[in-house]
């Protein structure tokens, strides 16, 4: 009898959770590395983590625990979910206690402020392995559904098909379905970018805009990530994929989504102190539309939403006069 599959999962989030709950009703052994003590416990006491998915029972074959060596000891697998923008930091100080032949998986999507790597380009930077031990699981999963074990799919990417192919089955249940991807670049920027479009949609439903300004912000936004993904050698059909199109209908359309309601915060009129006030957690796309457009400009490629949200969010401009700015941009094909 095969020994069954072990995995680490680095965050004690409401992602890293979901995730570890998918990974533990599939068959393998989980190990939940948690910051704060207090969930550490809850999780282990109670099989719940009431900080982040209250009501939700976790399996018996999940564990936590506040020491990452001893989450990362022997797994096949090691997951990653922390915000985008502290990887550096955290990877760093993990990779000496990661087992020696483990794949790193990345839950997260952004890109890195200053470099704008990708997150997989980050796992590359610090660790300096090899990219056929690193893969991305992305597409339309908002966690709470996902721990609700709601019906989701979603794409397992990795340049060697082998090891994707693994990670699948590690993680496939009769209510998370997985789909492989060689296409790591593409699969990574549909998740980046959907961030940034789900602010600007969020913006125009606070702002009462209705549903045609929702439908052409979502179509031209998935034309601003196939742009640019044409440029960094993605593949385009990953784009009218789950990691793509799915992706980006699920977090411009639900509530569930931190960046649309972010954005619809910001729409109402909050500033942006205020949104973050009264965000409990992490909305990727408030930091990544800033190295999301430096990306784009450094290839060359116009994404004119992108720019909008940046002037919102960063530069203060009230998004009033955001929207007659990028409304008044001068008529083109649509296929340009």
């Given at each position: 009898?095969?020994?069954?599959?072990?995995?680490?999962?680095?965050?004690?989030?409401?992602?890293?959770?979901s995730f570890a709950m998918?990974?533990?009703?599939?068959?393998?052994?989980?190990?939940?590395?948690?910051?704060?003590?207090?969930?550490?416990?809850?999780?282990?006491?109670?099989?719940?983590?009431?900080?982040?998915?209250?009501?939700?029972?976790?399996?018996?074959?999940?564990?936590?625990?506040?020491?990452?060596?001893?989450?990362?000891?022997?797994?096949?697998?090691?997951?990653?979910?922390?915000?985008?923008?502290?990887?550096?930091?955290?990877?760093?100080?993990?990779?000496?206690?990661?087992?020696?032949?483990?794949?790193?998986?990345?839950?997260?999507?952004?890109?890195?402020?200053?470099?704008?790597?990708?997150?997989?380009?980050?796992?590359?930077?610090?660790?300096?392995?090899?990219?056929?031990?690193?893969?991305?699981?992305?597409?339309?999963?908002?966690?709470?559904?996902?721990?609700?074990?709601?019906?989701?799919?979603?794409?397992?990417?990795?340049?060697?098909?082998?090891?994707?192919?693994?990670?699948?089955?590690?993680?496939?249940?009769p209510y998370f379905r997985?789909?492989?991807?060689?296409?790591?670049?593409?699969?990574?920027?549909?998740?980046?970018?959907?961030?940034?479009?789900?602010?600007?949609?969020?913006?125009?439903?606070?702002?009462?805009?209705?549903?045609?300004?929702?439908?052409?912000?979502?179509?031209?936004?998935?034309?601003?990530?196939?742009?640019?993904?044409?440029?960094?050698?993605?593949?385009?059909?990953?784009?009218?994929?789950?990691?793509?199109?799915?992706?980006?209908?699920?977090?411009?359309?639900?509530?569930?989504?931190?960046?649309?309601?972010?954005?619809?915060?910001?729409?109402?009129?909050?500033?942006?102190?205020?949104?973050?006030?009264?965000?409990?957690?992490?909305?990727?796309?408030?930091?990544?539309?800033?190295?999301?457009?430096?990306?784009?400009?450094?290839?060359?490629?116009?994404?004119?939403?992108?720019?909008?949200?940046?002037?919102?969010?960063?530069?203060?401009?009230?998004?009033?006069?955001?929207?007659?700015?990028?409304?008044?941009?001068?008529?083109?094909?649509?296929?340009?």
């Amino acid at each position: 009898m095969s020994k069954p599959v072990k995995a680490a999962v680095l965050s004690a989030g409401s992602w890293g959770t979901s995730f570890a709950m998918v990974l533990a009703d599939a068959g393998c052994e989980v190990t939940l590395w948690g910051r704060r003590p207090e969930v550490v416990e809850a999780i282990n006491s109670t099989r719940a983590n009431p900080d982040y998915l209250p009501g939700v029972e976790l399996p018996e074959n999940v564990r936590a625990t506040v020491d990452p060596a001893e989450a990362a000891a022997g797994a096949d697998f090691t997951v990653l979910s922390v915000p985008s923008q502290t990887l550096r930091e955290n990877l760093a100080a993990w990779t000496p206690l990661l087992a020696p032949d483990t794949v790193l998986v990345s839950l997260m999507k952004g890109v890195e402020l200053g470099t704008t790597m990708r997150m997989s380009e980050v796992f590359e930077d610090v660790t300096r392995w090899g990219r056929d031990r690193i893969a991305v699981v992305t597409g339309p999963n908002l966690a709470r559904e996902v721990a609700s074990r709601r019906p989701a799919a979603a794409v397992v990417a990795c340049t060697d098909e082998a090891v994707a192919q693994r990670l699948q089955t590690a993680c496939h249940t009769p209510y998370f379905r997985p789909y492989t991807n060689t296409d790591v670049v593409g699969c990574e920027l549909g998740g980046a970018v959907k961030n940034v479009i789900g602010l600007a949609v969020g913006i125009a439903d606070g702002m009462g805009l209705g549903d045609n300004a929702k439908g052409s912000l979502i179509t031209r936004g998935l034309a601003e990530t196939t742009r640019l993904g044409l440029a960094m050698g993605a593949d385009p059909l990953t784009f009218s994929g789950l990691a793509g199109l799915g992706d980006l209908v699920a977090t411009c359309s639900s509530p569930l989504s931190r960046n649309h309601t972010f954005g619809t915060n910001l729409g109402k009129g909050m500033t942006l102190q205020e949104t973050i006030a009264v965000t409990r957690q992490t909305a990727e796309g408030v930091k990544s539309c800033e190295s999301v457009a430096d990306l784009a400009r450094r290839h060359g490629v116009e994404m004119p939403i992108t720019e909008t949200v940046v002037d919102i969010v960063h530069e203060g401009k009230p998004p009033m006069v955001a929207l007659k700015e990028l409304m008044s941009r001068s008529a083109k094909p649509e296929r340009r």
